[in-house]
């Protein structure tokens, strides 16, 4: 059974930096990604970017694009490895980007340019607030 625990969230000040990890102990044959949502109470889930695991190419969508990125730690980059971890590093955050982040294995495309993805295994989910 594929298991997705997520680490790390919390609270911090505008300006300030977090990061998020997301372990997967067995990476899906069927999935080629990892991606990464943040949502809000009564907001739908929005995508924040993610990782193909077989090129390591990223994708980070608009909004966060010159203020987070996304990466796979060295030790799980084996693609002789079942086991995955994925990190979403964020700086200069501000209070907009409070919310519940979610990382998922899944189905990623690239669509004239535009990424997305179809998530299939969520993790559990990390609160991230930002204080003004």
């Known amino acids: 059974q594929v298991q997705v625990n997520q680490s790390g969230g919390g609270s911090v000040q505008a300006g300030g930096s977090m990061r998020l990890s997301c372990a997967i102990s067995?990476?899906?044959?069927?999935?080629?990604?990892v991606a990464w949502f943040r949502q809000n109470p009564g907001e739908k889930h929005e995508g924040v970017g993610g990782?193909?695991?077989?090129?390591?190419?990223?994708?980070?969508?608009?909004?966060?694009?010159d203020r987070f990125g996304i990466g796979q730690d060295e030790d799980s980059q084996d693609e002789d490895s079942a086991k995955k971890v994925i990190n979403l590093q964020m700086y200069r955050l501000k209070p907009e980007d409070t919310a519940m982040y979610y990382c998922?294995?899944?189905?990623?495309?690239?669509?004239?340019?535009?990424?997305?993805?179809?998530?299939?295994?969520w993790g559990q989910g990390s609160q991230v607030t930002v204080s003004s």
């Open positions: 990782i193909f695991i077989a090129t390591g190419e990223t994708y980070i969508a608009g909004p966060v694009r």
């Open positions: 067995r990476f899906p044959p069927t999935d080629n990604c």
């Open positions: 998922a294995t899944g189905t990623c495309t690239v669509d004239n340019g535009q990424a997305s993805a179809v998530p299939n295994i």
